[in-house]
């Protein structure tokens, strides 16, 4: 029996009143030895759910997130590498304003953690 895990996920995000291309959320699921066929990622226009399958570690890794508002999960790009993976989540509102936090609730989670490499 393997056990489940919650990866680290890792964020920051762009802001923009005029360009769609500038208004974005990088999302990073750290999931370790997870091959692309045993990786189950469902985009919704408020939700994410991410579960992925290490026979490596002996792990599964599973995440749900409730963003704290919509984006356009057709304008947004996924990529997979072995180590983890990347999103970059286009907006539905284009706002100069960046989103206070990353999810509808604003209870502090001890996965989630801002992108330092990735913040403006």
């Known amino acids: 029996m393997s056990q489940s895990l919650t990866p680290e996920v890792l964020w920051a995000q762009r802001s923009s009143s005029s360009d769609p291309a500038k208004n974005h959320v990088f999302l990073t699921i750290s999931a370790s030895d997870v091959p692309k066929e045993q990786l189950k990622l469902d985009l919704q226009p408020t939700k994410l759910t991410f579960e992925g399958h290490s ?5 599964t890794y599973h995440v749900e997130l409730e963003f704290f508002a919509e984006i356009v999960p057709e304008e947004s790009k996924i990529s997979h590498t072995g180590k983890n993976v990347e ?6 509102e284009l706002k100069e304003e960046y ?3 990353l ?3 604003s209870k502090r989670l001890h996965f989630l953690k801002t992108d ?3 913040v403006s």
């Open 55 to 59: 026979s490596v570690k002996k792990v």
């Open 87 to 92: 999103l970059v989540l286009r907006k539905k």
């Open 99 to 101: 989103w206070p936090r």
């Open 103 to 105: 999810l509808k609730e």
């Open 116 to 118: 330092f490499d990735k």
